[in-house]
């Protein structure tokens, strides 16, 4: 008996606008009804452009030029994108879900029950349904999404890095979550945290950095197959970090205690009249690496908003000894790489977007090392929007090494990230810390947390509630506390 086939493409080849190389050169691939299959490849390589073909996005509503003998995309699928900010439709978490469950023909005296489940599924606990989304962390967002994507029963989900964004738990609740209700769905996933998904997956479809097929196959045979090519290419496969590790050691801490960098006293922010956060006591010294962690939606991305001036606040904020003012200018003092890159974004081209604001005679040399330096030659006339979401973040981080700051805040920086430029990244930023430079990066990943802060502030049900000084070897002790109140943002 012949198997029903969800996606069929053949001998597909396409091209960006402006690019002048073919991606996907006569690439061929049929997947059928309930089959798991991970696109997996470097940042940039093309699995999201696939993905939309698959979903019939490209060309209904993506302008591309492609060729095709033959393409058969998915019928009424669910997509997770791996943007959320670009997945919704209504203002509130009700009204989103809700929306999904109309266009099945829901009763609506069903629909309540059925949005508390949903939210109950993907772990996004709100002090009400009717939630304004804007004032979402990206993390709880990505969970809506996939609430939305499971509301809709699609016989075919498309996730687009579906966890990105999520703490470790979130990973691991949101996976559990789609085996128990999407065991019999087809589902094509795009996935860098593959160990939660590596026993999930009946194939990998593997692509290398131009876009072109490698091979397609169970995953452990790709991984035994091709382990050599997976470093070479950027790839992540389960033993990524043990082989970077193994080769590169972060330099070791020189413990500073002049006068600080930074320093918080007695001090809260503002959203309007509501107080979003609160530290009692904080200091951040020159060569300090804070990576800054918690739960989604405890307010950590509010606290960079806070240091950038970017919301009010009260108390006493110093940089370099000198006390910061309420509307000043902190640009010349302070980098800040926001969560989404798109909302910093000010030029229509790559190059543009690097030499904004910069007067230097040097600036253009300055900028062309950058573009080499995270893997975005040949891209300085594109569009930013046009990148993939691992360039865009690059090209943000990029932006934010043009002028020498003395301290850099990171919101998330490697997330959509390959193995090569995670860890191309990381030396990028090490390099500046040992220059002593200060950095805070919120992150969720452990790995880098272990093996590359200093010191690591835990926001805990909204509460900075320890300090801790790392070791760089997966370590460290308790050295204090800062306060902060329950932000939804």
């Known amino acids: 008996m012949s198997r029903e086939q969800a996606v069929s493409i053949k001998q597909l080849?396409?091209?960006?606008?402006?690019?002048?190389?073919?991606?996907?050169?006569?690439?061929?691939?049929d997947i059928y009804s309930g089959e798991k299959v991970l696109l997996l490849g470097p940042s940039g390589s093309g699995k999201s452009t696939l993905a939309h073909m698959m979903a019939g996005l490209i060309p209904s509503a993506i302008e591309l030029p492609y060729h095709a003998e033959a393409l058969v995309p998915a019928k009424q699928p669910a997509i997770v994108f791996q943007d959320p900010d670009t997945q919704f439709c209504m203002p509130y978490v009700d009204e989103e879900i809700a929306f999904v469950l109309e266009n099945r023909r829901m009763p609506r005296d069903q629909m309540d029950v059925a949005i508390e489940r949903l939210l109950a599924q993907v772990g996004l606990d709100?002090?009400?349904?009717?939630?304004?989304?804007?004032?979402?962390?990206?993390?709880?967002?990505?969970?809506?999404?996939?609430?939305c994507a499971l509301a809709a029963e699609s016989d075919v989900l498309f996730l687009d890095e579906p966890t990105a964004l999520l703490d470790p738990e979130g990973t691991t609740q949101i996976w559990q979550t789609v085996r128990q209700a999407c065991s019999g769905k087809t589902i094509i996933i795009i996935e860098h945290k593959i160990?939660?998904?590596?026993?999930?997956?009946?194939?990998?479809?593997?692509?290398?950095?131009?876009?072109?097929?490698?091979?397609?196959?169970?995953p452990q045979e790709l991984f035994q197959r091709?382990?050599?090519?997976?470093?070479?290419?950027?790839?992540?496969?389960?033993y990524s970090w043990k082989n970077y590790l193994s080769q590169y050691a972060p330099g070791k801490i020189k413990q500073k205690r002049h006068t600080p960098l930074l320093l918080l006293n007695h001090w809260a922010a503002y959203r309007g009249k509501q107080r979003v956060g609160k530290v009692d006591g904080a200091v951040v010294h020159a060569g300090d690496w804070v990576c800054i962690t918690g739960k989604n939606g405890a307010g950590k991305s509010t606290f960079l908003y806070a240091l950038m001036n970017l919301l009010k606040w009260k108390g006493t904020y110093q940089l370099n000894g000198e006390a910061v003012k309420q509307k000043q200018s902190l640009s010349e003092q302070i980098g800040f790489v926001f969560q989404n890159p798109e909302f910093q974004?000010?030029?229509?081209?790559?190059?543009?977007?690097?030499?904004?604001?910069?007067?230097?005679?040097?600036?253009?040399?300055?900028?062309?090392?950058?573009?080499?330096?995270?893997?975005?030659?040949?891209?300085?006339?594109?569009?930013?929007?046009?990148?993939?979401i691992g360039q865009k973040r690059r090209l943000s981080v990029a932006t934010a090494f043009m002028e020498p700051r003395p301290l850099l805040?990171?919101?998330?920086?490697?997330?959509?990230?390959?193995?090569?430029?995670?860890?191309?990244?990381?030396?990028?930023?090490?390099?500046?810390?040992?220059?002593?430079?200060?950095?805070?990066?919120?992150?969720?990943d452990e790995m880098i947390v272990d093996h590359f802060a200093t010191h690591e502030w835990t926001i805990k049900n909204g509460t900075l509630d320890t300090i801790m000084a790392r070791t760089r070897n997966g370590t460290g002790g308790d050295v204090?506390?800062?306060?902060?109140?329950?932000d939804m943002a």
Request: hydrophobic residues 40%; contains cysteine; aromatic residues 10%.
């Open 13 to 29: 080849s396409l091209s960006y606008p402006n690019s002048g190389t073919l991606l996907f050169e006569d690439l061929s691939i």
């Open 126 to 147: 709100l002090p009400e349904r009717h939630w304004p989304i804007a004032a979402m962390s990206q993390g709880m967002k990505q969970r809506l999404a996939i609430a």
């Open 195 to 218: 160990s939660e998904i590596i026993d999930f997956v009946d194939r990998i479809v593997l692509f290398n950095e131009e876009g072109q097929l490698l091979d397609d196959g169970a």
């Open 226 to 238: 091709y382990r050599r090519q997976l470093d070479e290419y950027g790839i992540w496969h389960p």
């Open 345 to 388: 974004f000010v030029a229509d081209s790559v190059w543009q977007e690097l030499l904004a604001g910069c007067s230097r005679e040097s600036a253009n040399a300055q900028a062309q090392s950058l573009l080499e330096m995270f893997q975005l030659a040949g891209k300085q006339d594109n569009h930013p929007y046009m990148l993939s």
């Open 409 to 444: 805040l990171f919101d998330e920086p490697t997330f959509g990230q390959d193995a090569k430029n995670t860890f191309l990244l990381l030396e990028a930023l090490e390099e500046r810390r040992r220059q002593g430079t200060a950095i805070l990066m919120v992150t969720h």
């Open 480 to 486: 204090g506390g800062i306060q902060m109140e329950r």
